[in-house]
């Protein structure tokens, strides 16, 4: 590998150990058996350089949301196919040590991980881009940038909301099949909602 590979699997090991905050441009040189100039050459910066870890890191997950395949046997868009979904996704959050805490890190100290927050901002579009396949079938370079801001916004705010209920109240926070009937309840209300709607409109 190269510096910026290098400095890439450091990051990612010393964000794992120490979290954001607590990791200094020292502490990945070390880890990297790289140097102080070359963080600047390759990322930018310190803080650029641990947002791509991060990102790096959750995308290494993709085969633990597919899990052991069965979601490929299930409709797409189905409740059914939800369900296999969200529970894949929610067994990676009870794992000691889960990625995810990293997400709470940058909500509660985001104040002083202004790049750090910037990268991963922006990088929010393309997470959501990457859950709609995955729920609703299809490939994800044919998901455009309007069902990214909606259908993809919507996955993305879900499982923000999961990781936290799942980092401060582990014993509480829903699995799968709540989120499910949940899911079920809010269709048919909208459901009946609309039905009702178009029967008081009828002549």
Not at 2 to 21: I, M, S, T, W, Y
């Amino acid at each position: 590998m190269g510096h910026r590979e290098d400095l890439l699997e450091g990051a990612k090991r010393c964000l794992l150990a120490k979290g954001f905050v607590r990791t200094t441009a020292r502490d990945i040189v070390k880890e990297s058996g790289t140097n102080l100039a070359s963080i600047g050459y390759h990322y930018g910066s310190k803080d650029a350089l641990l947002a791509q870890a991060y990102i790096s890191l959750v995308e290494g997950m993709g085969d633990a949301f597919e899990g052991d395949g069965t979601v490929d046997e299930t409709v797409p868009g189905s409740l059914e196919r939800f369900e296999r979904v969200w529970s894949n996704i929610i067994s990676t959050m009870k794992e000691p040590g889960s990625v995810w805490r990293l997400s709470m890190e940058v909500l509660a100290f985001g104040d002083r991980l202004p790049e750090v927050r910037a990268h991963l901002s922006v990088a929010q579009r393309e997470a959501g881009r990457g859950l709609v396949p995955l729920l609703m079938g299809g490939r994800e370079e044919d998901v455009s940038d309007a069902t990214a801001d909606t259908l993809g916004s919507f996955y993305v705010t879900l499982m923000t909301g999961l990781i936290a209920q799942w980092t401060f109240d582990p014993v509480g926070a829903p699995d799968a099949g709540r989120l499910t009937v949940g899911l079920r309840q809010v269709v048919e209300a909208a459901t009946s909602a609309e039905q009702g709607a178009s029967t008081d409109g009828a002549p």
